[in-house]
């Protein structure tokens, strides 16, 4: 593994991999966002051909995550309403008769 220059530890390159078509690949690697967070995959560089191409990694689990927060942060919202004001009928007696 080697870190790229002037990049301090928040990128780094892996050993270049070379297929069986001729195609190389290098993974790229980021440090996390704080100094115990392990690193995580960025994407790979593919050289074929005389051309480069980026492609970049999905992490699934970072968009489930953002999917459920956003569901609690609804789910708050949508409580927080109810017991405002809740949608039933008002059958509190105002006055005597």
Sequence with gaps: MKRLP??????VFGEPYETADGTTVIAVTGSGAFPWSRP???GVFVLH????????????GRIALIGVLTGFVAAAFATAAVFKRPP??????SHRL
């Design 6 to 11: 002037g990049e301090g530890d928040s990128v």
């Design 40 to 42: 995580r995959p960025l």
């Design 49 to 60: 051909g005389g051309e480069v191409r980026w492609e970049s990694t999905v992490d699934a």
């Design 88 to 93: 039933w009928p008002d059958l509190h007696i």
